[in-house]
């Protein structure tokens, strides 16, 4: 690696840092806010630690096992298992609880101390948790799954709620009786709810009456009444009281003997419930990939090596320190929410927020509003967030002090240099680092991101990888390493790390098939990617997206990177589809910011988006087509679902596949007209 050490002050975390001539190094905190001392204060430091966690891994991943969980019997393995025989497992004879370790050792040390930062879609109503009333909210609510319900160790339980503080209770009492829980994002539909239940055989769902977004009532509790219809596994369903519930309730609402609410329930059983001894390699829960590429796989993580994940990577990607509070702006029905909201934050003891709105509600001004009241030190949120509000106008974030904050991070897609520029200078004021992190549902934790302060960050690259990740590129054909600088391939990892995915639920050839046979001995991402000059690692986009014109492989991400440098551009979206004369050519989709939709639907000329592509990458790259439309096709988790722009370019738009994962799938008739005008 050819990294300049840091130069910093280690007592003053710096912002993020900028390499090459355009690099703006602010070293400056003016506003005085006090800043811990980072847990790694140089990339020298780094890079020791990082080759001993290649090199060693036993050595480096068993005091890291040891310093960052309490283990109720320790271990004495530590890696067993290979990726070719995709068997691998971590700490197998160590056990532990995951809810202890998130609950217990905290509430021991100080239960005043606040766990859950509650911000309900109503605005002004945030409510804070300690760790002492979430202890005894989970061991009722464990006492009520195992005495009331008759949940044995490694039964599962089926979680459709919103995001309110009943989600992470019920996370953690499934993890403390030992039953995984699959957690079903709260805006799934029924068919989708069902599926699910299904695939898990669950037999106890929990839900809420209500779930309110923005203002608007969803009927959680009927979806799910219409789900169960399909689901005779589930003999359980606790309703939680989001809103009132009418008095008297009308026939019908819950069914005898089934169905109960949680008021009801939670009281009858004490503030107690001995957590259960479990063994690292115990499932600690399943959960479906957002569903961007086809359909959604059922990802199954384990307790230890999951763990270890989350915890080591809030630490030392986040820069955490006791005291904090952090803000992860995910839904708990995806794993960012899972790692990121749940258990990285609490495992560490700090504070975490649960932001059951939208960031439009009832201004844009809401996350920044929620920043100053918290006193967040750290925001994580998506690209497609920070285009969004970017696209709601600038001014947002400024009447808010945002000064608390200390780290922020970007999750989900690759982030276009635009909306990171946007994110360090008007949300972070170039005070705060900005970490790009690189992860999937697979690999259960971040695994390529800068360290705060520490690494020199590009615009745009997830810069290094972390602890344990031992980075490959690929050929994509041949499956020959590619050494050296300057590569574009596939990324793949050569080693198996503790949080990686140990298996698709129910269904092992699928994972030995999607992750560890397309590249024997490898994990494969599925992801392209180019490691620089300088060794810093290139998110491309999916592999499956690649447009391959008149021999160049391009990857979506740099043309989209091109497009959303027009200032009148919010996102855009390319793909490719086959042309006779360059084999390929390019589609691509671009919606507009507000303000230009409203005022000046022809101000924009389609020759300006052309030639921004032109110059940043090559005449070859000019797409063919570039179309302007309201909105892109997102997955519920809100990233771009170019698959369903390809099948529509490509005539085939009888046949887009699974759009249960599509979360504005009333936006197709709409892009299919444009692009027959375009023809
Ligand atoms: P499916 O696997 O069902 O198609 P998905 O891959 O979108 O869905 P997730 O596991 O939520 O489901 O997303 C992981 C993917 O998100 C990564 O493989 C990568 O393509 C993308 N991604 C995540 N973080 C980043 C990032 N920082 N930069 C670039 N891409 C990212
Ligand atoms: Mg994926």
Redesign the pocket.
């Known amino acids: 690696m050819v990294l300049t050490s840091s130069k910093e002050d280690p007592s003053f975390p710096v912002p993020s840092r900028l390499l090459g001539a355009d690099a703006e190094v602010k070293d400056d905190n003016p506003k005085g806010y006090p800043r811990p001392t980072p847990h790694i204060t140089s990339t020298d430091e780094y890079l020791t630690l990082w080759k001993e966690s290649i090199t060693q891994p036993d050595v480096f991943w068993s005091r890291m096992a040891k310093d960052l969980l309490s283990w109720s019997k320790p271990f004495t393995q530590t890696l067993a298992g290979t990726l070719d025989e995709g068997n691998v497992r971590w700490f197998a004879d160590g056990e532990l609880n995951a809810c202890y370790n998130c609950v217990d050792r905290h509430a021991l040390e100080d239960p005043s101390r606040v766990a859950l930062i509650y911000e309900p879609d109503e605005p002004n109503a945030t409510q804070r948790i300690t760790y002492g009333e979430l202890l005894a909210d989970v061991c009722r609510l464990a006492n009520v799954l195992t005495i009331d319900y008759g949940l044995r160790r490694g039964d599962t339980v089926a979680i459709y709620l919103p995001m309110i503080p009943a989600a992470v209770i019920a996370m953690l009492a499934c993890a403390r009786i030992g039953c995984p829980h699959t957690v079903i994002f709260a805006g799934f539909s029924a068919g989708s709810v069902a599926d699910r239940i299904h695939d898990a055989r669950s037999r106890v769902l929990i839900t809420s009456n209500e779930g309110r977004r923005a203002g608007k009532v969803i009927p959680l509790k009927a979806i799910a009444d219409t789900a169960l219809e399909s689901c005779p596994t589930v003999e359980h369903v606790l309703v939680y009281e989001r809103s009132p519930v009418p008095d008297p309730l009308p026939a019908g609402v819950m069914t005898a003997g089934r169905d109960e609410f949680w008021s009801t329930a939670l009281p009858r059983h004490r503030p107690y419930c001995p957590p259960v001894p479990m063994s690292a390699e115990d499932p600690l829960f399943l959960l479906y990939?957002?569903?961007?590429?086809?359909l959604?796989?059922g990802v199954l993580h384990t307790t230890g090596g999951y763990l270890l994940g989350a915890a080591s990577t809030v630490k030392y990607v986040f820069d955490v320190h006791p005291g904090d509070r952090f803000g992860c702006t995910a839904d708990v029905g995806?794993?960012t929410g899972h790692t990121y909201i749940v258990y990285g934050p609490l495992s560490l003891g700090i504070a975490t927020t649960l932001l059951e709105s939208v960031p439009t509600y009832p201004t844009p001004a809401r996350y920044w509003q929620l920043v100053e009241e918290a006193k967040l030190t750290h925001f994580y949120t998506a690209p497609t967030a920070i285009r969004s509000l970017i696209r709601l106008g600038e001014h947002w974030p400024f009447n808010s002090d945002l000064s608390s904050l200390r780290v922020l991070g970007?999750?989900?897609?690759?982030?276009n240099p635009e909306a990171w520029y946007w994110y360090n200078d008007k949300v972070g004021r170039e005070q705060c680092a900005i970490v790009?992190?690189?992860?999937?549902?697979?690999t259960g934790s971040i695994i390529i991101s800068p360290l705060p302060g520490v690494t020199h960050t590009k615009p745009g690259s997830?810069t290094l990888p972390l602890w344990g990740i031992d980075v490959a590129v690929l050929d994509p054909q041949t499956g020959a390493e590619l050494q050296g600088r300057d590569v574009t391939g596939v990324l793949a990892i050569r080693q198996p790390w503790p949080s990686m995915a140990r298996s698709v639920w129910k269904d092992h050839a699928r994972y030995l098939s999607t992750y560890l046979k397309p590249y024997p001995s490898y994990y494969f991402?599925?992801?392209g990617v180019s490691r620089d000059r300088d060794g810093y690692y290139w998110?491309r986009?999916?592999v499956d997206d690649v447009i391959n014109v008149s021999g160049h492989r391009l990857s979506t991400s740099e043309i989209e990177a091109a497009l959303n440098q027009h200032d009148h551009v919010a996102e855009s979206a390319a793909v490719g589809t086959s042309d006779p004369v360059t084999g390929q050519c390019i589609f691509a989709f671009v919606t507009l910011k507000d303000d230009d939709v409203t005022e000046q639907p022809m101000a924009i000329e389609v020759k300006d988006l052309a030639l921004k592509v032109r110059t940043m990458i090559g005449p070859f790259a000019t797409p063919k087509c570039i179309l302007i439309v309201q909105e892109l096709p997102k997955?519920r988790?809100g990233?771009i679902v170019r698959r369903v722009l390809r099948k529509i370019v490509d005539g085939e738009a009888d046949s887009l596949g699974d759009l249960s994962t599509v979360a504005n799938p009333e936006i197709v008739p709409e892009l299919i007209k444009v692009v027959g005008v375009s023809d």
């Not at 990939?289 to 086809?294: N, Q």
């Not at 970007?410 to 982030?415: A, L, T, Y």
């Open positions: 990939t957002s569903g961007s590429t086809g959604p796989k995806w794993i970007s999750v989900g897609e690759p982030i790009d992190t690189y992860w999937q549902t697979e997830a991402t599925g992801d998110i986009g999916r997955t988790s990233k």
